[in-house]
């Protein structure tokens, strides 16, 4: 199983980016994609998560209007598309896959995110 994520860099404030999650070694489709996010010091949380389908598409409070998740289920992959980024978003991205129906959590190695001029 993996999950290889890329895109992160630095970005000024007001500035974008797209994180992208490659998945491998598992059904894709039987898995929530999620995004999680661990700033220096603090506690990881949920970004935004996805279902195969997209039914279930949730965001944390603090992304609401600024950040998308998408899926490309023809290529296995996650996206995390991040407008209006503020330093309060720098943080390590994670990407991460939820099983539907039991409770195998796979994790990957993060990219990090750094909003400073």
């Known amino acids: 199983v993996q999950l290889v994520e890329s895109g992160g860099g630095l970005v000024q404030p007001g500035g974008s980016l797209r994180l992208s999650c490659a998945a491998s070694?598992?059904?894709?489709?039987?898995?929530?994609m999620s995004w999680y996010r661990q700033a220096s010091g603090k506690e990881r949380e949920l970004v935004a998560a996805?279902?195969?389908?997209?039914?279930?598409?949730h965001y944390a409070d603090f992304v609401k209007g600024r950040f998308t998740v998408s899926r490309d289920n023809s290529k296995n992959t996650v996206y995390l598309q991040m407008n209006s980024l503020q330093p309060e978003d720098t943080a390590v991205y994670y990407c991460?896959?939820?099983?539907?129906?039991?409770?195998?959590?796979?994790w990957g190695q993060g990219t990090q995110v750094t909003v400073s001029s």
């Open positions: 991460s896959a939820r099983a539907l129906t039991n409770p195998t959590v796979y």
């Open positions: 070694g598992f059904t894709f489709s039987s898995y929530i």
């Open positions: 996805r279902s195969w389908t997209g039914a279930m598409t």
